[in-house]
């Protein structure tokens, strides 16, 4: 099956070229203590038979310094396509977004509104300071990943959607819904969102060990996520490194408890959604398990 990884962060191990920069100072534990660099997301790829994967900027050891990615991308475009960090705060937001986009460039950006790499209290990511890098986004038809929980942000999350129906919204780790307390409750959650087209969910250990642990009860989550959006609008990400499993431990979980799922829908997590949204992945890499 055609395997695309639409979640994994690298870390360089030239400090010199591209030294540490965390938003807010602080440096995430895994990239400290487990970095990969990108030759070594590749070899781990490999092994796994995953063809391509969507880099993600580790936003919490770079900030908004996304050369790392982007010069990983450039020098294995068969197997990359960047995501980068950019602060949608200031008044050049929106002509330093298309800036950065193009042959070479972003493949799409990554906000976020909780954590130790947020830039201010509060939703800040509808505030209408943001609007030009919104409206940016989507003549550019730029996907946006937004890290955020849902609860009390979830209004301005519908309020953004809303607002700007055009715009591609990537909601990592499904807005980590607590699947643990009730799955169906949760599912439920998710559910009523799927009526903004835009809106797509990124699937990853996070919600998958979650589902894991439900057994028979992780079908009261996926049957009414699955059918409120679609499994074309659902895209799965290992989240390697933070993740602690290795690559195939990830995958294998996600094939786990996906394998309930038709065999089309399974390939549309795995690969159909992410090269939509991403479409300088081009299926053209292929590689098969050592």
């Known amino acids: 099956m055609d395997i695309v990884d639409a979640h994994c962060h690298i870390i360089s191990d030239d400090l010199t070229r591209y030294p540490k920069a965390p938003i807010g100072g602080k440096q995430s534990e895994w990239a ?43 020098r294995r475009p068969d197997r990359f396509v960047a995501v980068g960090t950019v602060d949608p705060l200031r008044p050049d937001a929106a002509a330093s977004l298309k800036a ?51 609860g009390p942000a979830t209004r301005q999350l519908v309020e953004l959607l809303e607002r700007f129906p055009g715009v591609k919204v990537l909601l990592d780790h499904i807005g980590y819904p607590d699947i643990a307390a009730s799955p ?14 835009g809106l797509h969910l990124k699937l990853t250990h996070r919600n998958l060990e979650r589902l894991r642990d439900a057994a028979e009860e992780a079908a009261d989550f996926l049957g009414p996520v699955v059918e409120a959006f679609g499994a074309g609008r659902i895209a799965w990400g290992s989240n390697l490194p933070a993740a602690e499993q290795s690559l195939p431990e990830l995958l294998g979980l996600a094939r786990e408890v996906l394998a309930g799922l038709p ?20 299926g053209t890499h292929t590689v098969r398990p050592a």
């Open 32 to 74: 400290a203590t487990r970095p990969v660099t990108a030759e070594g997301m590749v070899s781990r790829m490999d092994e796994t038979g995953i063809d391509q994967a969507v880099l993600v900027q580790a936003t919490t050891n770079y900030g908004y310094d996304n050369s790392y990615v982007l010069d990983s991308c450039r």
């Open 263 to 282: 065999e089309r829908d399974q390939r549309e997590i795995f690969a159909g959604t992410a090269r939509r949204l991403y479409p300088g992945l081009d």
């Open 184 to 197: 169906a409750r949760a599912g439920a959650e998710v559910a009523q969102l799927g009526v903004h087209p």
């Open 100 to 150: 950065a986009v193009g042959d070479g460039g972003l493949a799409g950006v990554r906000l976020f509104t909780s954590g130790s790499t947020v830039p201010t209290q509060g939703e800040w990511f509808v505030a209408p300071e943001t609007f030009p890098f919104w409206e940016q986004a989507g003549e550019l038809g730029l996907p946006v990943c937004l890290q955020m929980r849902l």
